[in-house]
């Protein structure tokens, strides 16, 4: 069966957040050592990692945890919480990052995002964003102008359920309005984007590596399903 329509996954996907020094600069453990190389990317992982608990919680902020890409206030109380169990010395640090990592401005494209858009809106094939995601990430395909190639955003705090729990993809599916078997899901999380595929949306996976490592594995999944040359 062709494929009539694409959803796309935003983390790790479509953008991922990459820091700079800046973010960093004055992050010191208790005994005065800055933090290194290895640990800042253990954080930067920590705040973006779609699957998997990463440290222990009081009751309260598991629920948090739990549910938090279904309600902003949640997923703040839990990420804060990560950010301290993750060495970040002061509250006034951790909200600085947390602030950073809820800005849309903030995330950085891969190379082949803006092709693969056009290459789809030149084919007439529509495309929606799915992501388990407690703010609104329109603002970074606009500034580019990309948002005229993406028909659905499908967020998880908006339509009430997340990824791979069905519902997430079927809202994406009705906002299209294409069947499941004639969609392709590409993601970076086979537990999480690989949910499309329960009813019956065929899933690819690209590796959620920095962006400058990966120059066209988005392309390279067109190429695969027909979509590209």
């Known amino acids: 069966m062709t494929i009539d329509a694409v959803l796309f996954d935003f983390s790790g996907t479509l953008f991922r ?45 598991q629920y948090a945890w739990d549910n938090r890409d279904l309600d902003p206030a949640l997923h703040r109380v839990a990420m804060l919480e990560v950010l301290r169990k993750s060495g970040v ?17 903030q995330w ?11 290459l789809l809106a030149a084919q007439g094939i529509p495309v929606a964003v799915v992501s388990n995601i407690p703010f609104d990430i329109r603002p970074s395909f606009a500034a580019r102008g990309w948002d005229r190639s993406v028909q659905a955003f499908t967020l998880s ?10 519902a997430i993809f079927q809202s994406a599916l009705h906002a299209l309005g ?9 993601g970076d999380s086979a537990e999480a984007d690989g949910g499309a595929a329960a009813l019956g949306c065929r899933f690819a996976q690209v ?17 695969g399903h027909g979509l590209a040359e």
């Open 178 to 186: 294409v069947p499941a078997d004639a969609t392709l899901m590409i």
């Open 89 to 105: 010395p002061t509250d006034e640090h951790a909200e600085r990052l947390y602030a950073r990592l809820v800005d849309p401005m």
């Open 108 to 118: 950085t494209p891969y190379p082949d995002t803006a092709t693969v858009l056009e």
């Open 157 to 166: 705090y908006e339509v009430g359920a997340m990824k791979p729990d069905p």
């Open 207 to 223: 590796d959620p590596v920095p962006t400058t490592e990966r120059p066209e594995a988005l392309l390279a999944v067109l190429r």
């Open 17 to 61: 957040l990459e820091e700079d020094e800046t973010w960093y600069g004055d992050l010191t453990w208790p005994d005065g050592r800055a933090f290194d190389v290895h640990e800042k990317a253990e954080i930067m992982r920590r705040m973006t990692a779609s699957v998997g608990q990463i440290v222990r919680f009081d009751a309260e902020r």
